[in-house]
């Protein structure tokens, strides 16, 4: 059997339910599978540096991929940027004219895109931007609603680190919870859904478990482990 390389969101995947902390089972199981052999690279709609540190205090691979594909980290001052914030910020203040109640969301400082708090309609902003041709996309991860320049997505971030670990899509096993993880769902060879996932989700994924977040995250391990003992 190949090496597998994961490709895990964080928030609402290996979080605990609700509360934005770590599940640490589910990260040592995670760092279980690194152990075998295995690649873990953590693919999040947070900061990539975020990503990256959990990496690398986590014992996981030492490379994040943030900002819903927008931003890499390799290491402390390596980053790859793929996304435009300008335009994003362009986007924020013309959302901002049209709809009442915009906030920006306290992040960890963000190089490719805006985040906001889930305080208002996507959908009515998602109008407002194509109306306008703004070359942007809005998505929610369920952490916050976040507004990338247009292409940008998930996949885009993780093929970025696929040509430089020399990953093949076959081998890739994908885990998340949200719309922004469909794009990686598709690209990959195996794609796991947790239970807190929305249906619409849950069905783009081949393996749906029924436990939430963490707990979800172990019960697929578990039913992947004999395969992948096999390294």
């Given at each position: ?57 986590g014992g996981l ?83 916050a609603i976040h ?62 478990v029924s436990s ?20």
């Amino acid at each position: 059997m190949r090496r597998k390389t994961f490709a895990v969101d964080i928030d609402g995947t290996i979080t605990e339910n609700g509360g934005g902390r770590i599940h640490l089972g589910a990260l040592n199981s995670l760092r279980h599978i690194k152990k075998m052999g295995h690649n873990v690279i953590l693919v999040s709609g947070r900061s990539s540096v975020e990503a990256y540190l959990l990496g690398v205090f986590g014992g996981l691979d030492t490379v994040g991929v943030g900002e819903n594909g927008g931003c890499v980290t390799y290491g402390t001052n390596q980053h790859h940027l793929i996304g435009n914030k300008e335009k994003c910020v362009e986007a924020l203040s013309l959302i901002r004219t049209k709809i009442d109640n915009v906030r920006e969301k306290p992040v960890f400082p963000r190089m490719t895109e805006v985040v906001l708090e889930r305080t208002f309609d996507i959908a009515d902003a998602q109008k407002i931007t194509q109306d306008a041709y703004m070359d942007v996309v809005l998505a929610d991860s369920q952490y916050a609603i976040h507004i990338n320049s247009a292409g940008i997505d998930k996949t885009v971030g993780f093929k970025e680190v696929m040509k430089k670990m020399d990953i093949r899509s076959e081998d890739v096993i994908a885990i998340g919870d949200s719309e922004t993880d469909v794009p990686l769902f598709r690209m990959a060879g195996y794609s796991i859904a947790v239970g807190n996932a929305f249906d619409d989700v849950k069905s783009c994924a081949k393996m749906v478990v029924s436990s939430h977040a963490g707990d979800g995250v172990i019960e697929a391990l578990d039913k992947l482990a004999p395969s992948l003992s096999e390294l």
